[in-house]
């Protein structure tokens, strides 16, 4: 019955639509004839121009002259006709032969004009619309109802596929959602105890550190259906509607329990109450007051478990996460070395790769890396040994895709002037150099003169483990590596360039650090005065600075010392390795790209031609390895023809029992042409 309301309404709407369509159509195309003044018709009225007159409007004439044109006249007078007869019986007066202009006489207010159809359309057009309405209005605003603003956009899964075997990188937070799962499965044995099963669970992380993933695998690992939608998904212009919507959602839930609900970036409809710029009617408060309602009010929900992911859990309500409504908080973090090679394993499951890769390398290559940021990687490799038609993923593959992933593609299509290229090359030797001379430095992974993303070239150094502390040692050294390239600029070119920037901004950032936050400066050990973190503006706005001016001078002196002293110990690394500095040019001149074996290699002494050949032969064994990873393809073997049974036979040629090894070409041979 509602598929036939519904095809009614859409065929009336049809109908609607082409009438309005033909009556625009036929109003553009009507005669587009010149419309002239009343007092232009009397003018050729008395120069005796007129032939006829003929009224085709309300109050609109259309007149016609001697010379065949014609023109439009609004003429609101009702006693025109009269007043024409009235003038030519006085011009017959003196002029018998005078002939009368013909006048049809219609009554002005006579027929239909193009306003009254337009009205009478407009008024036809809203009354079906206000039937639809209503009409819509009675059926309580169902699954396709006009006003269906009440109800709740959750998307349904009943048979999730996820499973706890394809989340890698996060042990404990599996163990901690298993107990979940359990409690779907057997919530009679925890009865039996006098244990409640929780009404939800929290995951915060990063962003791409897999909560959604884990939520889909809690479903999947207990059969339950899985309502998902986004906390941005209850929000709506109309207040009261966000409110509508959770009560809808647990009331579908209620119908399916045991289930699983899961609201992804919560922060959207749970932060904190009081903490925005509208009052106790704001259309966020009136929905979070409806979810707590919903998780831990009157009515009891044991089988429905709500879970939330979030990244920016401090700005949440405390009642949102207080016991007996998020009872768990997981927090899933960035993997560690351990994790990121989990992680690589699964998302390498179905695609081919070279002998030469290394998962626990990626890992190490890979600090900091998200669950997300390494399948990107692992695509981004894919994509580019497919577009170089290779059937294998290489080392150097991945390497470019955490490149890529990290710093923005190649271009090696922008024109570099020579200047330009040679600042780039030594700025680029001076970051490598410092950072292989200096104990606490990071291992220097590639060293590269093509511009990636907003660089004119790139360094990339990674850290030999996942160490949370950062030591006073390493944070010194790391200053001077990125100082190293505005030395190395000084050194050689005896001058400096803008390609600077970035590493004197960071850099002037983590002495900021140290001094501020990190209390590791001379003149203020172990002291803390704030640092730039961002606030939460409902919560902090009242924030203030914590020290006096006096202060502010003798931090930025302390900065000023940090920098400095790391400055000279870079300029003095590199002194002493000039020679290195200049091969390591030439290197990079020739190939653009250098990776750690070929650093190592300069820092021991090899010559420029030692290292040349060390990359010519890798290149080899890496072509030689693509060419063996091709399928071979079978020898096409000619049919024989056998003139006693006239049937084509397919005799296979015998395999050679030894080796066939190429001859070397005689030289008397060429001699003798």
Known sequence: MEKKSKKIFYVIGIFIVIIAAIVLLAYFLKDRTETKSYTTLWEDIRAEKVVSVEYTDNYKVIVTLNDKTQYYVFVVS???????RAYYETLRTTDPNVVEPSITLNDPSAGISWTTIASVLTFVLMLGLGIYLIIAMRKGGGAGGALDFGKTKTRIVTNVKVRFNDVA??????????????????????VQMGAKIPRGVLLVGPPGTGKT????????????????ISGSDFVEMFVGVGASRVRDLFSQAKKNMPCIIFIDEIDAVGRQRGAGLGGGNDEREQTLNQLLVQMDGFESND??????????ADILDPALLRPGRFDRQIYVNIPDVKGREAIFKVHARNKPLSSEIDFRNLARLTSGFSGADIANVLNEAAILAARDNRKVIAMQDITEGINKVMAGPQKKS??????DK????????????????????????????????????????????DNNHMTYNKLNDTIAMMLGGRAAEAIVIKDVSTGASNDIKRASELARKMVCEWGMSDKFPNMFFGGDQEVFIGRDYQTQVSYSD??????????????ESNYRRAYQCLTEKREVIDNMVRLLYEHETIYTDEVDMLLEGKSFEEINEFIRNKEERRKEENRRAEPETPPIIPPVFDPASTIIVTEPKEEPTEEIKDVPENPDDKKDE
């Open 78 to 84: 009702r006693t025109f006709p009269d007043e024409v």
């Open 169 to 190: 990188g996060a042990e404990e937070e599996k163990t901690e959602l298993r107990e979940i799962v359990d409690f779907l499965k057997n919530p009679k044995k925890y």
């Open 213 to 228: 993933l884990f939520a889909k695998a809690v479903a999947g690992e207990a059969n339950v259906p899985f309502f998902s």
């Open 303 to 312: 089988g429905i478990i709500v879970m939330a992911a979030t990244n920016r």
């Open 414 to 419: 922008r024109l570099i002037t020579e200047s």
């Open 422 to 465: 040679r600042i780039t090359a030594y700025h680029e030797s001076g970051h490598a150099i410092v950072a292989k001379c200096l104990r606490y430095c990071d291992q220097v992974q590639e060293v590269s003169i093509i511009p990636r993303g907003m660089a004119a070239g790139y360094t990339l150094s990674i850290p030999k483990n």
């Open 550 to 563: 006096d202060s502010a001078a003798v931090i930025d002196s302390e900065i000023q010392k940090i920098i």
